[in-house]
């Protein structure tokens, strides 16, 4: 008899093993149906979406492969842990008791405690630690307070696959990229293959023993280990050169406590279902065999932000050969997007990223918005690539150590990042990191923001910020933090002068005089748009030089003028995925900020949308120890003044109330003290 079978969490790496079994014709009723769908296509914390979609395509049976995984962030997310975990599997069950659907429920070894040194039998008693733990336990009670007929809980553990993130395709890549590791060695479990898993549930449902009872199965694969033996075995299958060194869980402390012992005992469900399951590491090595083909062909790359540069980054992706565009994470109404290159790639839920991406490109724009979405994506050890120096200067400096976050070339920052790389190569001491600007006006009037951003096609508050020198302040601070360097005075020179060397000159006796690189700009209308650096070689090379065109010194001028954006983002993205590591950051210990400073008069009761692109601020780069009460432009969004503030004056903390933020919370904890 043929099934209509939903298959809820499609996207993730379960799911995505039984689409890939469909799909490849590897089951075991040909004459099945089935029903993918994501958190997009069907909200199963919708009972009424459930139901109305259970009804229209007349499902029989439900494998419920949507949760809420994030272990350690469900220790700050608990009211959405337990609505996904536990509320919507409710929905499910009474929707399955209602229509007589068999309901197949995947559930956790979280719900053990870890104390047992024995493989542990569905019968055990259970005491779930942490939020994750007890919602997926509660999202079990559920299903057995209701009853569906038949229903079926099956517990896992540690579940990988060549989809999505996970632990075996995190270790590849970090042990491409590093010559040493540490990984927890008292945490004992087995490995789950999640096509094995899949399998077995096909073979299941193939089967058609079904009881009235709910019952629980335990299905991981055979053998166990530790995560550090996992490693390892990861590494000796790939031919990965790379040292694992063991460590204690007391060493690498985590918001949410981890069963320190979680093998499962299947003898139930291979008995009651005939199952021969596989020993982990022959499946491990199955798994990294469809690896080393995805990995090595196709990149799944996600970006945040859906404007100029996104839109014409997706372009590029959709057309590389080494890329896939999965999904672009946006703020604004889907229905309404009908403007970018591939409208059904947007999403306004960033797990969508998290679920499918080996590398995010996040280009926002937002200081605040990209902290808080960066905080989420480096705790899935996902790589940022940013075309977002607003964000660098503002709280870019938290994240040094916690993941790999760095600019991309293509903007100025990074492309004076990549000459600064060169010329260290060739034997250069940089001198100074020069950004060429065409054009300022520190208070320009609306009308003429919107007139040149409609004949450039740029929003108004990016066409502002580009014209009032604002961007050009938040680069240069960036450069100057990430490369060590200096700034030759508060807001800096702003020379204008129409010949690099006179001008790189000045700048270059300025960093001789302060004992550091000078990071600066010169305003002309007549250079190219592009970046340049002064630098001094060796007197030994002056002949060279002077026969390779370069001049007399002993200055010379190493130039791009041109800087592509998102057309030059895939240089770093091919950098970042092959080991090359961080571009540029905001460095760990930064000395420069950019500042608000007034435009006009500002009252107490006057409120402010948002810093950055204002006609009430724009941005100067100021050293954050003479200034340590200062706003930075990136923080100054939804305020309202509370003192006036007169033209030309820094914005202080003690100035504005503004909202609380992840943002605002790491900038008072990294640089206000008391």
Known sequence: MRKHILITGANGQLGGEFRSLVDNRERFDTSDHYFFTDRETLDITDKEAVENYVMQHNIDTIINCAAYTAVDKAEEEEALAYLINRDAVRNLAEIAKKYDIHLIHISTDYVFDGTSHTPLCETDSVNPQGVYAK?????????????????????????????????VKTMLRVGSERDEIRVVCDQIGTPTY???LARAILTIIASESQSDEVKTYHYSNEGNCSWY?????????????????????????????RPSYSVLNKDKIKYEYGLDIPYWRDSLRSCISLLDFKEVKRYKIGIIGSGFIANGLAKLLLQHPDYELKAVLTRSDLSKRSDFVKPEVLTNDLEVLLDTCDLIVECSGDAIYATETIDRIIKEDIPVVTMNSEFHVTTGSYFVDKGLVT???????????????????????????VNIKGFL?????????????????????????????????????LVANGLGGCIAQEGLLKLKD??????????????????????DYVLSPKLPAGVFLVVEHDEEQAGSLRYYKLGEGPYYVLERTYHLCHLEIIK??????????????NGSDPKLSVAAIAKHDIMPGDTLKKGIGSFDVRGEAV??????????IGLLADATFVREVKEGQIVTFADVELPESLALDIWKRMHIKG
């Open 407 to 433: 600019e991309a070339e293509g903007d100025q920052p990074g492309v004076e990042a990549i000459l600064y790389e060169e010329a260290l190569a060739m034997g250069f001491r940089p001198l100074a990191f």
């Open 498 to 519: 129409d010949d690099m060397l006179h001008g790189g000159t000045i700048l270059a006796d300025k960093a001789k005089e302060l004992g550091c690189p000078v990071s």
């Open 194 to 196: 999640a096509r094995d």
């Open 441 to 477: 006006n520190e208070n320009p009037t609306r009308e003429e923001m919107e007139y040149w951003g409609g004949r450039s096609n740029l929003s108004l508050e990016m066409v502002t910020s580009f014209t009032d020198g604002t961007k050009v302040q938040i680069e240069q601070a």
């Open 623 to 632: 050293y954050i120890e003479k200034h340590p009460d200062h706003v930075p």
């Open 229 to 257: 033996d996992f490693a390892q075995a990861i590494f000796e299958i790939a031919q990965v050169d790379c040292r694992v060194t063991p460590i204690s869980t007391h060493e690498y402390p985590t918001p949410a406590k």
């Open 135 to 167: 919602s997926k336990y509660e999202g079990e009670a559920a299903i057995r307070e209701i009853a569906p007929k038949g229903a079926m809980i099956i517990r896992t553990s540690w579940i990988y696959s060549s989809m999505g993130h996970n632990f």
């Open 572 to 585: 770093t993205i091919k950098r970042v995925l092959g080991g090359g590591g961080v571009l540029l950051n």
